[in-house]
């Protein structure tokens, strides 16, 4: 199907002044509903705890001496004070720093503080979380309403296996973040992809998303090993946080399952984790010597931090774009763009103007 030329607007939302700021640059709600990724686990030991930002607001993440992972809104109910600030992890509980109440993982007070009897009725603001194959997931929503939806299974059958991670901070939005995997053409200007092409439109169910894309490329991994490859590129998108995708390369077989976790920690700025796990190996590279002698999961592991290596590439190369460029809510669509409307019909789901 081919979309109609038209003319966009100068892309500003209808009434939004000129921008000013990253706000008004990118020019949609800074802050759509969902899970986003908070931390990797290893970032936080048991009887740790660490501030953090999600969606706009100060949050603080703990780990209680057994090992469970929790997320409070920064401040004590009781008077207002920062756990973030002098607060610390007493066994299964926050401990308070201004008066030693002590809250469980439920947000209820268990222990009463210094010079008082009895706990207040008051809970700690829970922020519902999912630890889920290394990565701490959070759940935002701009009324505080509880979850609508399950987030996935990161890694699939290959958890447990090698993984590698790597963290950046975008200048962006998470909504701009998305749409850019479904923009097939970009692959070809930004990054150099030849005979990019989704395979028909996006399919959509509930807070999912699924999309197709074949290209074919020139892989390079390290000075020695270059080989020219079909890849197909399957995206799952569960919100606007978290995007899943399974790749695989034709010849060599290199197959992988790849995660992108995302949170917006201030308008116009995204706080984006990675992480890859490694299916299979590239047989070429299997067979080198370097390679052949090593065992099969450390074979993974360096092959996944070459694939690292080369998707911050890619990455960079879009930030260099997404950092300066302006959302339009009428854009001049061409022929090639028919997976963006269907994208943005789905993501209106995730602000708070769609669920009135």
Not at 180 to 195: E, M, R
Not at 207 to 234: A, K
Not at 259 to 284: E, H, K, M, Q
Request: some cysteine; glycine content about 10%.
């Amino acid at each position: 199907m081919r979309l109609p030329l038209f003319r966009g607007d100068d892309g500003a939302l209808p009434g939004t002044p000129a921008p000013r700021d990253e706000a008004s640059r990118v020019g949609i709600a800074p802050y759509p509903s969902g899970w986003f990724g908070l931390a990797f686990s290893d970032e936080i030991a048991p009887g740790a705890m660490k501030r953090a930002q999600l969606a706009g607001r100060e949050v603080v993440l703990f780990r209680t001496e057994s090992g469970v992972a929790a997320v409070f809104e920064a401040h004590c109910p009781h008077l207002g004070a920062h756990f973030g600030h002098g607060g610390c992890v007493v066994g299964e509980t926050l401990r308070c720093p201004m008066h030693d109440f002590r809250f469980d993982t439920e947000g209820a007070c268990v222990a009463a503080g210094a010079g008082h009897t009895h706990t207040p009725s008051a809970k700690a603001g829970v922020v519902p979380v999912r630890e889920i194959d290394g990565v701490i997931l959070a759940w935002s929503h701009p009324t505080r309403a509880t979850p609508s939806w399950e987030p996935p299974s990161l890694a699939g059958d290959l958890a447990g296996g090698p993984v590698r991670r790597h963290r950046l901070t975008i200048r962006s939005h998470v909504q701009e973040l998305a749409e850019n995997l479904f923009d097939a053409a970009h692959l070809t200007a930004v990054h150099g992809y030849q005979s990019p092409e989704m395979d028909g439109r996006p399919s959509t169910e509930g807070p999912v998303i699924r999309g197709r894309t074949r290209m074919r490329h020139i892989t390079q991994l390290g000075r020695h090993f270059t080989r020219e490859v079909n890849v197909d590129v399957r995206n799952t998108m569960h919100g606007l946080g978290i995007v899943c995708f399974d790749s695989v390369a034709d010849p060599g077989g290199l197959a992988f399952r790849g995660v992108f976790t995302w949170n917006p920690i201030a308008p116009g700025l995204v706080d984006f984790r990675l992480s890859v796990w490694v299916r299979a190996v590239d047989a070429g590279l299997a067979a080198m010597p370097l390679f052949r002698s090593l065992p099969d999961r450390t074979q993974r592991d360096l092959m996944g931090r070459m694939l690292v290596f080369n998707m911050l590439r890619d990455i960079r190369q879009d930030q260099a774009v997404l950092e300066h460029k302006r959302h339009l809510a009428r854009p001049g669509l061409s022929d090639g763009d028919a997976a963006i409307p269907v994208f943005r019909k789905w993501a209106r789901q995730f602000y708070a103007d769609a669920e009135g």
